[in-house]
T-cell receptor, first 115, second 110 residues
Framework: KAGVTQTPRYLIKTRGQQVTLSCSPI?????VSWYQQTPGQGLQFLFE???????NKGNFPGRFSGRQFSNSRSEMNVSTLELGDSALYLC??????????????FGSGTRLTVV | QQQVKQSPQSLIVQKGGISIINCAYE??????FPWYQQFPGKGPALLIA?????SEKKEGRFTISFNKSAKQFSLHIMDSQPGDSATYFC?????????FGAGTRLTVKP
């Protein structure tokens, strides 16, 4: 059974550019969550999607956005990149509607570096 | 807004010793408390989880102790091994929203 797949694994962008990250959840999982991980802030919740609808959103500026497709694949977009956006972006999928019953399965993340 | 506080930030334990990581939460609506283990270059992996109606859960060398009245829970790793060296995160979930502690970097010395 394939795990959560995130692409690309590494990305280098310039300040002011925009970036799109992709996440393919475990087959059958309908809930996808995104997290930003940095050494200083730890794991910060970005947003969660279920059946193409955003159900929860963390405290990030509007430059961070996401979407989910009908096949449950998800993308997140960051516009007007800032140096502080450099981080590991993690995607997690869950088999239950709430995520509580089975926990989250994380991908290996996309390492974004903004220069 | 840190809803889950985790300590210590780092921990060094001798092989065979007991590793103990503590977490405290604020929101009494949280209803699921997982622990994740993360190795460098990998995403966090679910290790063990507990619901607030249970005071303790054991899986192999890993045990969660849960104190609902104190709003605290902890992870105990018995007979710690060098392969357990990783970063551990506690988390708390309510209504599709999972919040993580800041993480504990565990080093088990051989």
């Amino acid at each position: 059974k394939a795990g959560v797949t995130q692409t690309p694994r590494y990305l280098i962008k310039t300040r002011g550019q925009q970036v799109t990250l992709s996440c393919s959840p475990i087959s059958g999982h309908r809930s996808v969550s995104w997290y930003q991980q940095t050494p200083g802030q730890g794991l910060q919740f970005l947003f969660e999607y279920f059946s193409e609808t955003q159900r929860n959103k963390g405290n990030f500026p509007g430059r961070f956005s996401g979407r989910q497709f009908s096949n449950s694949r998800s993308e997140m977009n960051v516009s007007t990149l800032e140096l502080g956006d450099s981080a590991l972006y993690l995607c997690a999928s869950s088999g239950s509607g709430t995520g509580n019953l089975y926990g989250y399965t994380f991908g290996s993340g996309t390492r974004l570096t903004v220069v | 807004q840190q809803q889950v506080k985790q300590s210590p930030q780092s921990l060094i334990v001798q092989k065979g010793g007991i590793s103990i990581i503590n977490c405290a939460y604020e929101n009494t609506a949280f209803d699921y408390f997982p622990w994740y283990q993360q190795f460098p270059g990998k995403g966090p992996a679910l290790l063990i989880a507990i619901r607030p109606d249970v005071s303790e859960k054991k899986e192999g060398r890993f045990t969660i102790s849960f104190n609902k009245s104190a709003k605290q829970f902890s992870l105990h790793i018995m007979d710690s091994q060098p392969g357990d060296s990783a970063t551990y995160f506690c988390a708390a979930t309510y209504n599709n929203d999972m919040r993580f502690g800041a993480g504990t970097r565990l080093t088990v010395k051989p």
